[in-house]
């Protein structure tokens, strides 16, 4: 017992030696790093308190908000984006990407902070997370998106459709208009003509618009009286001119001069005289319907002496009705009169209407229509009936 008493005497002083290296050694654990690899903590982005909207990279989503749990029953925030069930919401939007954050949802004792701190986290490895700032490094607030420019936003269907359907629209177009004439003559002939008729507005000043339409016609005439063959070619151009005045009111006109140029290419196709003669044009927009008329008369001034004399009105009162879609409703007859006419042969006045729609093929905008008229006055040479199909090309600004 004697030889052991040493021993017993330092049992404890062993054990509390052997207690210390333990706790020191479970401190050092504690404190070591894993033999993993390192991996950094949660980033911390600080979003404002003002009713701001910010981007945030789509590899991040709020995990939890720190620092405004002091009410967690109140609507804290409004987040657009992920949001999981640990952050206290009442009401949320979804967007995802962008986080929005309204000052008076938070209690009034944060209400003067000018961040809150947002704790988040990150996905796998290959996904790259922007770096965040630090406030308390900068005061400087996150930088807003930059905002879409609604200028430069695309003309909706139907604003397009009410301007296709104004002729004398701050718009350039190319309308093919394809006239089929049924009955012409004692031998019910079919007369055709394709009118292209390109329309260039022009901007004279801040307040003044110029606007040039020129139908050239492509003709189909049958030839009397034996019933059989044709002539092809190209009949009298007809350059227009309006001067329109700019304006925002729904009512809009013009007045300007119109000619004749004999260009057609063969003595059936055109009357042979140059002309002049004044035109003008008046036009109503509403929300759903364009409106207005068209006129014009053309005298001539030279040509060839041995054709007879031009005296010709041209009058077409128009009406559109839109619908969705660019789907619209549309009668527009072309009413003349040929003042060297004898008394029963003078006026054409067709009755109808037709639909139509504007759409785009591509990048292409376009206007499609089809109308049909039939003749309640015409002379006695005249088509009895009209069908009328038109393909307008449209470039908006």
């Known amino acids: 017992?004697?030889?052991?008493?040493?021993?017993?005497?330092?049992?404890?002083?062993?054990?509390?030696?052997?207690?210390?290296?333990?706790?020191?050694?479970?401190?050092?654990?504690?404190?070591?790093?894993?033999?993993?690899?390192?991996?950094?903590?949660?980033?911390?982005?600080?979003?404002?308190?003002?009713?701001?909207?910010?981007?945030?990279?789509?590899?991040?989503?709020?995990?939890?908000?720190?620092?405004?749990?002091?009410?967690?029953?109140?609507?804290?925030?409004?987040?657009?984006?992920?949001?999981?069930?640990?952050?206290?919401?009442?009401?949320?939007?979804?967007?995802?990407?962008?986080?929005?954050?309204?000052?008076?949802?938070?209690?009034?004792?944060?209400?003067?902070?000018?961040?809150?701190?947002?704790?988040?986290?990150?996905?796998?490895?290959?996904?790259?997370?922007?770096?965040?700032?630090?406030?308390?490094?900068?005061?400087?607030?996150?930088?807003?998106?930059?905002?879409?420019?609604?200028?430069?936003?695309?003309?909706?269907?139907?604003?397009?459709?009410?301007?296709?359907?104004?002729?004398?629209?701050?718009?350039?177009?190319?309308?093919?208009?394809?006239?089929?004439?049924?009955?012409?003559?004692?031998?019910?002939?079919?007369?055709?003509?394709?009118?292209?008729?390109?329309v260039i507005p022009v901007s004279l000043s801040d307040d003044l618009l110029l606007i040039t339409r020129t139908i050239v016609p492509i003709i189909y005439q049958p030839e009397p009286p034996t019933g059989g063959g044709g002539t092809f070619g190209l009949g009298d151009m007809n350059p227009q001119f309006y001067f329109s005045p700019k304006t925002s009111s729904n009512i809009t006109w013009g007045v300007g001069p119109t000619f004749l140029l004999p260009t057609a290419t063969s003595q059936v196709l055109g009357q042979g005289k140059w002309g002049i003669g004044p035109a003008a044009v008046i036009v109503v927009t509403t929300k759903q319907f364009v409106f207005g008329a068209v006129a014009n008369n053309i005298w001539s001034v030279a040509g060839d002496s041995d054709r007879p004399d031009v005296s010709q009105l041209t009058f077409q009162p128009f009406i559109n009705y839109n619908m969705k879609d660019g789907w619209y409703l549309v009668s527009a007859p072309i009413l003349t009169a040929n003042w060297e006419a004898s008394g029963g042969n003078q006026w054409t006045v067709p009755l109808g209407g037709g639909f139509g729609r504007v759409f785009a093929i591509g990048e292409q905008k376009v206007n499609a229509q089809l109308q049909a008229f039939w003749n309640v006055v015409k002379p006695d040479a005249g088509p009895d009936w009209t069908l009328r199909g038109q393909f307008q090309l449209l470039f908006p600004k």
């Open 1 to 198: 017992m004697k030889q052991l008493s040493p021993l017993i005497k330092l049992y404890p002083r062993l054990i509390f030696v052997g207690f210390c290296f333990g706790a020191i050694a479970q401190s050092v654990s504690a404190t070591s790093p894993p033999n993993t690899d390192v991996v950094d903590p949660p980033p911390t982005i600080y979003l404002p308190i003002d009713s701001t909207v910010i981007e945030t990279s789509p590899e991040i989503f709020i995990s939890s908000i720190t620092e405004i749990d002091t009410n967690p029953q109140r609507d804290l925030a409004i987040l657009s984006g992920i949001v999981l069930p640990s952050i206290p919401i009442e009401s949320s939007s979804f967007q995802s990407g962008i986080s929005t954050y309204a000052k008076d949802s938070f209690p009034d004792e944060i209400q003067t902070r000018e961040f809150i701190t947002a704790q988040t986290e990150t996905l796998p490895e290959d996904s790259t997370t922007p770096e965040q700032s630090n406030p308390a490094e900068s005061t400087e607030s996150p930088e807003e998106p930059p905002q879409k420019d609604s200028t430069k936003a695309a003309e909706s269907v139907e604003e397009l459709a009410r301007k296709a359907q104004n002729p004398i629209a701050n718009l350039i177009s190319v309308p093919f208009q394809n006239n089929t004439n049924f009955g012409v003559g004692p031998l019910d002939r079919t007369q055709n003509v394709l009118n292209i008729q390109p």
